[in-house]
């Protein structure tokens, strides 16, 4: 990048603030997927005014800029395959407010989710979308992304949180959507496209976010399946039964032999499945029975056996369980990758069927394990890139658990979005009139192109 | 890249599988400071390949990101997937001192901290500066004040020195109060003779006491540790192999350190020696033996003292502690033996002090921003004492809790130990 621009961006946001080293581009050249692409400037704002001069340089400049979080997303949708700006949003990170009688919180994009969880916690409130990336993903990440996570089963997703928006345009203006009331139907709704537009449309700076009261009570149980469909049919029965339960996940055998791996937890090596099944509520009783319905269906089902968290060390054990999954894969070979389709939920058992198949098929190991109550599934095939020949079956076998998808009426992606890697399915899926349609948003929000090029849409 | 086939580098199964899922960011003391990608494992695992593979050069920034790095380990043990960025940054600055080997450390880790009477000399001053009443006199003039911040905080970091170190005062063989039921040795750190040594004389009082006579040889070198940390691990292996040599002439089951780092480096010696002919055995019967003081006391019938202090005590977990040795329970049930004290568990116990051995002379942004953190924590529990098994956190914990003007002790848990032991004698324990 031009010197006269370096000093003219550090004169925004300081030297401090502006990174061009050969070292540093190359740390801002990924996120969690195998993609990499380096920037030629990495910038770190810390307000939304920074964020604004920023934006109207780079304009002028027809510079790209590639906001990103913590860069833990899973489609290559932070990697700047275009160079030009990678915009951190990291160091804005303060909580402004957490407005306990309207039970709200403005937070700046940059937060750390498990730190907004933790600081409204302290309040007795709660913050209840939950990626299993909490800990290494910023709020404006799932935003961008509307991030799920386990216990959107009972309490929705990202967007479900989102009452309003700080943004800034690609000309630098800036736009405030939403605003601290529940209902809003004034205008579009600017807020809802903003979510989950992968940093396409608009730099997100600042939201307002709804909070719940905190559940007090929690009741956790881990089910064994020696059979996997009996797992999957399980879950249908628990729904059907009219109980919803704060999560629902489904964890199959090869996941269980990573997790256990990693971490020793003595979770059992000989199921080919299990459950793990969390009920919530401020009413002890209430959950206490619900779980104990659960385990009643469970054992109709043709559980193995049931076991419940006997204190609150063992269930945040299994949930750290939980969530080291996807990444405890790795183990077992060179390379994985990961889709997360999702299908009506009472497909689940035949979605599952088809995956066994296909892994069968193309001779390659598919993993599965993912949010089940809610129909998302996270297969994840295990390969080595090394291998020409079987690089070529893990391209084909994606395209497969797309249409199986596709086939049951569900669609690619739950939760990770677009990005670039899913950018090749993503017309077969909605349809040319959607696409055009969504196109020419893009346009309008953005006519120079220089939000995030590249992403979501295949090119012209 | 072919000079680097040369070399003792990381193999690439230590960094291949990173998958970059970024796990570790959140536990990272130096992200969490900077929140900046370059200051992250995941960073540091990237340059690391990068810089192996070719893709970058090994320049004096990307060691630099090596040197940034705290050891602290916590990366490590967050890693699902089972790579060490901790281990990887140590081990690229290992490669860089064998393309570029600096001369001051040939000098500082092989002639000096190698030779013990040579530190005794070196830090005479230090022990002068106390002995005349000078500390104190900088002290009331406040000329601390006219120094810049780092050097003040610097000096806020030592303890009081003592007039003599101890391995010129502890005698070879302490024999054991009453009956002797253990044999030990006890492994004399740099940092407990030369600056500590009350604390070491602590810990072989208490050992006495509970039936142990201890062998104490004095020609130990330094454990290793500051040299690894610098890049000469070839220093390490050279240090291992006396530190092993000394100890298999006394007749001892375990071999006992106070001090945590020490500790640590010691029970790696059968690792680190593994591939060397003639040492792989020795140097892993060496590394059974050795134990942490608190892990030792805690497996023994141990005298319960019946005197009290009474205070509020916090607990600081060493990384070379709870995460090198997994030792973190022994202590804690250490200090809940003592009558009178209470104990309050501090957030984030196990987070890095942001000592990392010298860390506040190399890089003291980061670390007092990491030291303010801990001292935050710390006055959270509105305690009168934090202890630690650690030497080097006890001087950064020491420096931080005075910059941020407290009056809270730092100690050793087998330091009230063994004060509980004197209270019970009637020898009041005073506050200094
Ligand atoms: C181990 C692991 C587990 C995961 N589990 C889940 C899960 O359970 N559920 C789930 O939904 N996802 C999950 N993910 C995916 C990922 O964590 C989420 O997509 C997350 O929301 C990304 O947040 P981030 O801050 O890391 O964003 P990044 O990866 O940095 O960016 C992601 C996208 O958001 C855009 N963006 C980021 N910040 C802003 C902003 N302020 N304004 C505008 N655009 C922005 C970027 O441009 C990019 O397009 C997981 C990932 C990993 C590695
Ligand atoms: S080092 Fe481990 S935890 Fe960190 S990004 Fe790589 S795989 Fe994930
Ligand atoms: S050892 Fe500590 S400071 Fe170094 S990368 Fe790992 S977590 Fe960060």
Redesign the interface.
Known sequence: MEKRLIAEFSEIVTTKGVLYSPEELAVYSYDGTFEEHRPDLVILPQSTEQVQKVVKIAARERIPVVTRGMASGLTAASVPFNGGIALSMTRMNKILEIDTNNAIAHVEAGVITADLQAAVEKQNLFYPPDPSSIRHSTIGGNIACNAGGPRCLKYGVTGDYVLGLTAVLADGQVIKTGGKVIKDVVGYDLTALLTGSEGTLAIITEALLRLIAKPKYQRTALVEFRDLNDAAQTVNQILAAGIVPATLELIDQTAISCIEAAMHLGLPLDMEAVLLIECDGSDLETVQREIDQIEVICQSCGADKVSIAKDENERTQLWKARRSVSPALARMSPNKLGEDITVPREAIPEAIRRLKKLSSEMDLPIVIFGHAGDGNLHPNILFDKRDPQQWARVEQTVAAEFQIALDLGGTLSGEHGVGILKRPYIQNALGKVSIDLQKGIKKTFDPLNILNPGKIFPDD | MTELNLLKIPSENEY??C????????VCPTYREY????A?P??RV??AR?GLEG???L?S??IE?MYACFACMACNDA????IHPADLAIEMRFVQEQIKPAAWKEKLFGGLIGRPAKMELATLPLRIYEAIGLRKLVYALAIRRLFSSQLRDMEAMLPHQPTRPLRQVLPLETKAVGETRYRVGFFLGCAQSLMFSEESAATVRVLARNGCTIITPKETVCCGMPAAGYGRQDLVEKHAKQNIALFEKVDVDTIITDCATCGSKLKEYGEILAHVPDWAERSAAFSTKVQDISQFLMSIPLEKPTGRIDARVTYHDPCHLKRAQGIWKEPRNLLKMIAGLEFIEMPESDWCCGSAGSQLITHYETSTRVMDRKVENIRSTRAEIVSSGCPGCQMQIASGIRRNNLAIEVVHPVQLLDRAYHNLEGDEWKKD
């Open positions: 291949l599988n998958i970059r899922c970024g796990l570790c960011l959140a929140l900046d990608e370059t992250s995941r960073g990237a340059l990068k893709e970058l050069e320049s920034n990307l990101q890693c699902p997937v089972g």
